[in-house]
């Protein structure tokens, strides 16, 4: 049973669009966090998110956390060729629990 | 700071073959995560150790898969007999502790299992 599910499963648009991308679940968390893995490499952290309703920016990349903590989007302004790759959610239900990941969004930015 | 280290990266055997993963964690990291990520799919954990004691193994088929981590650093993973459905990439990550900290991950090894 995946806890977390993510959409689309993939994406590929042109440089310079905007995107989202999203991450829902039954279950209430108590921190959701997103990564980025590129081919070869394993998961970097992005963002966590605790608070519900709670928005971070990170440069283009805009986090929110839904406000009953089920849910989290990310939306890239003006994606980048650099921006390529497999973004991941993951969510604890508990803090020191471990990590629920989803199965991840694989974006394509073409120049 | 060096990140964490896994070796070896790649890795091919045969079906009931046996095969060892070894992680060096980020220094002075307690808790240390092995997870397996098979092709299109999200990481899914197989065991958390914190120090050299296992915190959750609940995940790990414990029949033909075992973890160690002697002395609280380093750890290996072994599997034993492999199946074919263990093909997949072998994350190790670690972080100063669990909670919502940080997981730094390695960059896994990946096994082809024929």
């Known amino acids: 049973t995946q806890l977390l599910e993510q959409s689309p499963q993939f994406l590929s648009i042109q440089e310079g669009e905007n995107l989202t991308v999203y991450c829902n679940s039954s279950?209430?968390?108590?921190?959701l966090q997103w990564y980025r893995q590129e081919p070869g490499e394993g998961p970097v952290l992005l963002v966590t998110?605790?608070?519900?309703?709670e928005v971070k920016k990170l440069k283009r990349l805009t986090f929110q956390f839904g406000d009953a903590r089920k849910d989290s989007s990310l939306h890239i302004t003006a994606a980048q060729p650099g921006d390529t790759g497999l973004y991941l959610c993951?969510?604890?239900?508990?803090?020191?629990?471990?990590?629920?990941f989803g199965k991840g969004t694989s974006l394509l930015v073409t120049p | 700071e060096a990140g964490v280290a896994q070796s070896p990266r790649y890795k091919i055997i045969e079906k009931r073959q046996s095969v060892a993963f070894w992680c060096n964690p980020i220094?002075?990291?307690?808790?240390l995560y092995w997870y397996q990520q098979i092709l299109g799919q999200g990481p899914k954990l197989l065991i958390q150790?914190?120090?050299?004691?296992?915190?959750?193994d609940s995940q790990l088929p414990k029949d033909r898969f075992s973890a160690e981590r002697l002395k609280g650093v380093d750890s290996t993973l072994k599997i034993q007999p492999a199946k074919l459905e263990d093909s997949a990439v072998y994350l190790c990550?670690?972080?100063?502790?669990?909670?919502?900290?940080?997981?730094?991950f390695g960059p896994g090894t990946r096994l082809l299992v024929l």
């Open positions: 990550a670690s972080s100063p502790r669990p909670g919502i900290e940080t997981q730094y």
């Open positions: 998110v605790v608070t519900g309703g």
């Open positions: 279950s209430v968390f108590s921190s």
């Open positions: 220094s002075g990291h307690a808790t």
């Open positions: 993951a969510g604890a239900v508990n803090s020191g629990y471990a990590l629920n």
């Open positions: 150790f914190q120090n050299n004691g296992v915190v959750d």
